[in-house]
C-alpha cells in the first residue's frame, strides 16, 4: 500500500506571516488539527498543529490574531514523504523522528 492510499489530497496551507486566529478558523473550517507552512514558492517550511496555536497562545500572552506562525513554531525540523513511498515508509519515518503528521510532498 502507498501513502497516496491513505493521504488526503485537497490541504490548506498558510505562511509564516499568517495569524495563529486565521489558521484556526481554517483548521475549523477544514476539519484538520494541522496545516502545513509554505513560502513564497509554495515550498513547504514547517506545520503548524492545534496545540501549537494553543501553547503559542498561552505563552506569548497575546491573542490568536496579534502571533504567527512562525512565532510558535520557529526553525523546527520538517519531515516529509512521497506520494508512492509505501505506508510502512511513512509510518517508519514518523516512529523515528517521534511525530503524529508528516506532509506528503511532490517534485
Do not use: Y
Not at 60 to 86: I, M, N, R
Amino acid at each position: 500500500m502507498n501513502v497516496s492510499d491513505v493521504m488526503m489530497s485537497n490541504v490548506e496551507s498558510c505562511h509564516s506571516n499568517s495569524s495563529l486566529e486565521d489558521i484556526a478558523i481554517s483548521m475549523w473550517n477544514n476539519d484538520c488539527g494541522s496545516v502545513p507552512i509554505v513560502d513564497e514558492q509554495n515550498k513547504l517550511i514547517g506545520m503548524i498543529t492545534d496545540r501549537d496555536i494553543a501553547m503559542g497562545a498561552a505563552l506569548k500572552h497575546k491573542p490568536l490574531w496579534e502571533v504567527t506562525a512562525g512565532e510558535v513554531t520557529g526553525s523546527q525540523s520538517v519531515f516529509t514523504c512521497d506520494a508512492d513511498d509505501d505506508i510502512h515508509t511513512a509510518l517508519e519515518i514518523m516512529r523515528q523522528n517521534k511525530i503524529r503528521r508528516l506532509p506528503i510532498v511532490n517534485k
